[in-house]
T-cell receptor, first 110, second 114 residues
């Protein structure tokens, strides 16, 4: 069973625009992580935000976490064609189980 | 840079045959995960090891799937017998400290059951 749900399922934008993806989850978490997956490859960790944090930045990435709404968002600024990939949120439940959502497919058009 | 190694990268097997996947995590990582990913979906956790012990295998179809990590290092996932619905990407990941730290993924094994 999947803990997180990403929204939208698919997003298509032009190079240079910002991309925002959302993740909602069901139960209390210790942390939330975002991963990227290029077609047919393994997942790559992007950023981890702990339950006591509200916002975190890494380069062109900005992640927010609202534990009262059980939701998180990933913002990619000034997108590039190389950002085209699937993006997944993952939540860490008790016992350190890492559970992924269904993902958002981002397409950045040159 | 340390990587999670998986083999084979691709595997085609006939229905009812046995198939095995191998994973070598990053050295020093106590936590090892096996995920199954169907095309267009998110990874589904099959089994999680802490050292050599299974800490979560609630989603593992135990009638046909088995996993082991005998010395707490590399791991093998086996399917016997394979079914058509097992066609998927099988991903291995490791982490220094369970879900509180980032997980590093291998490139996966693409399984096709014919």
């Amino acid at each position: 069973s999947q803990q997180g749900e990403e929204d939208p399922q698919a997003l298509s934008i032009q190079e240079g625009e910002n991309a925002t993806m959302n993740c909602s989850y069901k139960t209390s978490i210790n942390n939330l992580q975002w991963y990227r997956q290029n077609s047919g490859r393994g997942l790559v960790h992007l950023i981890l935000i702990r339950s006591n944090e509200r916002e975190k930045h890494s380069g062109r990435l900005r992640v927010t976490l609202d534990t009262s709404k059980k939701s998180s968002s990933l913002l990619i600024t000034a997108s590039r064609a190389a950002d085209t990939a699937s993006y997944f949120c993952a939540t860490e439940l008790s016992g350190s189980r890492l559970t992924f959502g269904e993902g958002t497919q981002l397409t950045v058009n040159p | 840079e340390a990587e999670v190694a998986q083999s084979p990268r691709y595997k085609i097997t006939e229905k009812s045959q046995a198939v095995a996947f191998w994973c070598d995590p990053i050295s020093g990582h106590a936590t090892l995960y096996w995920y199954r990913q169907i095309l267009g979906q998110g990874p589904e956790l099959l089994v999680q090891f802490q050292d050599e012990s299974v800490v979560d295998d609630s989603q593992l179809p135990k009638d046909r799937f088995s996993a082991e990590r005998l010395k707490g290092v590399d791991s093998t996932l086996k399917i016997q017998p394979a079914e058509l619905g097992d066609s998927a990407m099988y991903l291995c990941a490791s982490s220094y400290q369970g879900g509180v730290a980032e997980a590093f993924f291998g490139q996966g094994t693409r399984l096709t059951v014919v």
